[in-house]
Structure formats: structure tokens, C-alpha cells
């Protein structure tokens, strides 16, 4: 099959359009169905006949568009404003490629941590079963993305909320009481399904429903409270470590536009 210039580039628009719809329509099917949605989400990646985005590429997304919302709210200033004007920012980002790069480099670098950490994970948990371990991966990755807008979105709204108020201490101590409860007890909820995937195995909650089998031992539930833990440090380190770093190549590029100009 030979491909002129015109389909190459008609494919490629097209790819790109559909692949950024498809990343919205899995954040929407992991809200919808936190258990069965990553399930599904993995078979439609797996078949042939869907274009699904990987779990990987899902959650490198989910970094990407949060250190993107990051650098649009601290230029701006304008804490839930600053969420309206991506679109522009993702245009000069492309025009300059001096928003989008250090998004891009730091989603990057957690997307990597986070990744690599649950390969070494599923490799001491199951070392003679490649496809268990592809399966686990894949979906806990999809079902990372509740946590993650929790630990970078919310409390980031927060910050900027408090910086923008902080004249009033009334308001300074309510928005400091809701980040704390943000940063240690919503993200535990939201590490539920993505821990109890990592538990049983990936397949284990959704064809337990399905077939009616008998509920899980107590003790189970203790391994979904050390795997939420677990996956807790993972991904808050891996958040931490992105936002330092992102701070580092904002900082460093800060006297180098203010040289520009």
C-alpha cells in the first residue's frame, strides 16, 4: 500500500484530532466507571478494531495538561480563569514552543517515574506472567488519573487561591483547611479503584461482579490499604519531582526572557 502526500498529512491531522478527543472521552470513562472503566479502556487498546490510547500515553496526558494548567495559572495569576485560556496557551505553545516544552519535558519525567516504579513492582509480584503484568499496568495506569487530579490540579487551585486572597486571613485559613483536606483525604478514595485493581490482579474486581463469586476475604482489604499507600508515595513523589523540577526550568528560563526583553 503506497501512501502519496496528501493522505500522509490528512492522516496525520486526524490522528492528532482524534487522539486528543480520545484522551477527554477516557478521562470521561474513568470518572463514569472508576472499576470497569481502566478494564474496559485496556480491552478497547487491545482490539484491533478501537483506537484507544495506551495507559501510558493516558497518563503522560494527564501530566502534560496539569503542568500546562500549572504554567498558565502562575503567568496569569487568575487561579480558575487561567483553566478557560489553554486554548491560547497551547497556541503560542505551538507558535514558540516556550510553554509546551517544559509541560511536555516534566510530564515527561513523572510520566517515567511512575511507569518505571510499577514495572518493578509487578515484576517482583508476578515474574512468570508478562501478560498479567501488562494487564495490571495498563489499567491501574488509566485509573491513576483520579489521584492525580486530586494531588495536581485541586490543591494547585488552592495555592493560587490563597495568593490571590491573601489579604483576607479568614479566607487564607478556609482555603489552607481545604488544601489539607484535599492533599490527605480526597486522594485516599480516589487511590481506592486503582489499588484494588493493583490487588487482584487487574481482572479480578470486574469478573468477581460479573459472575457473582463470593466477596473477598477481609484480609484482602488490608492489601488494598498498603497498595493505596503504595501507590500514593508513587505517584505524590512522582507529583513532587515534576513540580520541582518545573519550578528549577521556570526559574532558569524566568532571566533568560527577562534578558529578551
Given amino acids: 500500500m503506497t501512501l502519496d502526500l496528501f493522505d500522509l498529512i490528512d492522516r496525520f491531522f486526524?490522528?492528532?484530532?482524534?487522539?486528543?478527543?480520545?484522551?477527554?472521552?477516557?478521562?470521561?470513562?474513568?470518572?463514569?466507571?472508576?472499576?470497569?472503566?481502566?478494564?474496559?479502556?485496556y480491552l478497547n487498546h487491545r482490539n484491533k478494531k478501537y483506537r484507544q490510547a495506551s495507559g501510558i500515553s493516558f497518563l503522560f496526558m494527564t501530566f502534560f495538561l496539569?503542568?500546562?494548567?500549572?504554567?498558565?495559572?502562575?503567568?496569569?495569576?487568575?487561579?480558575?480563569?487561567?483553566?478557560?485560556?489553554?486554548?491560547?496557551?497551547?497556541?503560542?505553545?505551538?507558535a514558540?514552543?516556550?510553554?509546551?516544552?517544559?509541560?511536555?519535558?516534566?510530564?515527561?519525567?513523572?510520566?517515567?517515574?511512575?511507569?518505571?516504579?510499577?514495572?518493578?513492582?509487578?515484576r517482583l509480584k508476578y515474574p512468570e506472567r508478562p501478560c498479567r503484568r501488562d494487564v495490571v499496568r495498563s489499567v491501574v495506569e488509566y485509573a491513576l488519573f483520579l489521584p492525580l487530579a486530586f494531588l495536581i490540579y485541586f490543591p494547585l487551585l488552592i495555592y493560587f487561591a490563597v495568593t490571590v486572597a491573601a489579604d483576607s486571613l479568614s479566607t487564607v485559613i478556609l482555603a489552607m483547611f481545604g488544601a489539607i483536606l484535599l492533599v490527605v483525604v480526597c486522594p485516599i478514595p480516589a487511590l481506592l479503584p486503582a489499588a484494588i485493581l493493583f490487588t487482584s490482579g487487574g481482572v479480578g474486581a470486574g469478573r468477581r461482579r460479573a459472575t457473582g463469586s463470593p466477596a473477598a476475604p477481609r484480609w484482602r482489604w488490608l492489601k488494598v490499604a498498603g497498595n493505596?499507600?503504595?501507590?500514593?508515595?508513587?505517584?505524590?513523589?512522582?507529583?513532587?519531582?515534576?513540580?520541582?523540577?518545573?519550578v528549577d526550568v521556570m526559574e532558569g528560563a524566568a532571566p533568560a526572557n527577562a534578558t529578551s526583553g
Fill in 228 to 246: 493505596v499507600i503504595l501507590l500514593g508515595v508513587i505517584v505524590g513523589g512522582a507529583a513532587l519531582c515534576g513540580i520541582a523540577a518545573w
Fill in 66 to 94: 496539569a503542568f500546562l494548567l500549572i504554567q498558565q495559572m502562575a503567568d496569569e495569576g487568575q487561579g480558575l480563569a487561567a483553566a478557560g485560556k489553554l486554548g491560547r496557551d497551547i497556541v503560542k505553545g505551538v
Fill in 96 to 122: 514558540g514552543s516556550d510553554r509546551l516544552w517544559p509541560a511536555f519535558s516534566v510530564g515527561l519525567l513523572c510520566t517515567v517515574i511512575v511507569d518505571t516504579a510499577l514495572r518493578i513492582l509487578l
Fill in 14 to 41: 486526524s490522528g492528532v484530532v482524534v487522539f486528543f478527543f480520545n484522551i477527554f472521552q477516557t478521562m470521561y470513562a474513568v470518572l463514569r466507571h472508576p472499576l470497569r472503566g481502566p478494564l474496559r479502556l
